[in-house]
């Protein structure tokens, strides 16, 4: 697919080969790590929006049964800067007790987003917990939360596409390109 690449975009960090690549590669691991689970026992969970390609590519190359759920949030903070008061504006439909869940997220910037979802998650009950990150910014850090699949480390630089955003734009590139400073601080 060959898709222009916006003039807010400075340059392509990974390119769809690399995305799909590492992404086959958790599948993998998932894979084994989950064998010989029955479907209703195996609930696979994405954070909307950032996480649904992610998601999709993801489960999608799973060799095992699962079902799908999704949650959303909202961060009270805008544009690129978090505060670390996250809420659920959408929650899971299924059931997550006595289930081994698996949370899918797009990024992990200071780790607010994902230890309010583990805590979270972890007050209910699941026979396990873990989750999968596509991308992290080791930088950014502000809390230690345990990612147990992870796709990339990337530098502390804002991303979009492939699920990503700025402001609701360039989500559905199929590349994760870093966003040029001059669009989210001018
Ligand atoms: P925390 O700081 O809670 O943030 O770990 C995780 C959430 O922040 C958003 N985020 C980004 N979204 N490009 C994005 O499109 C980025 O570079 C970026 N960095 C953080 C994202 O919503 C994630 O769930
Ligand atoms: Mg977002």
Redesign the pocket.
């Known amino acids: 697919m060959n898709v222009p690449i916006p003039d807010s975009v400075e340059h392509i960090l990974l390119d769809e080969a690399m995305i799909q690549q590492r992404v086959q590669q958790l599948a993998d691991l998932i894979s084994t790590d989950y064998a010989g689970l029955r479907n209703e026992e195996f609930l696979i969970v994405g954070?909307l929006k950032?996480a649904f390609m992610f998601m999709a590519d993801l489960t999608r190359r799973l060799t095992v049964p699962h079902q799908v759920d999704f949650i959303a949030l909202s961060s009270y903070a805008d544009a690129t800067e978090?505060t670390g008061s996250v809420r659920m504006i959408m929650d899971t439909r299924i059931n997550v007790a006595g289930r081994h869940v698996l949370i899918v997220?797009?990024?992990?910037?200071?780790?607010?987003?994902?230890s309010y979802l583990l805590r979270t998650f972890a007050a209910r009950n699941p026979a396990s917990l873990r989750t999968a990150v596509l991308l992290s910014k080791p930088e950014r850090c502000k809390v230690k939360v345990t990612i147990d699949y992870l796709g990339f480390e990337i530098p502390d630089v804002?991303?979009?596409g492939y699920g990503?955003?700025?402001a609701d734009r360039f989500r559905t590139l199929p590349y994760i390109g870093a966003l040029k400073p001059s669009t989210y601080q001018g």
């Not at 997220?105 to 994902?114: A, F, M, Q, S, V």
């Open positions: 954070v950032g978090a997220e797009d990024i992990l910037d200071t780790g607010y987003t994902l804002w991303v979009v990503l955003d700025f």
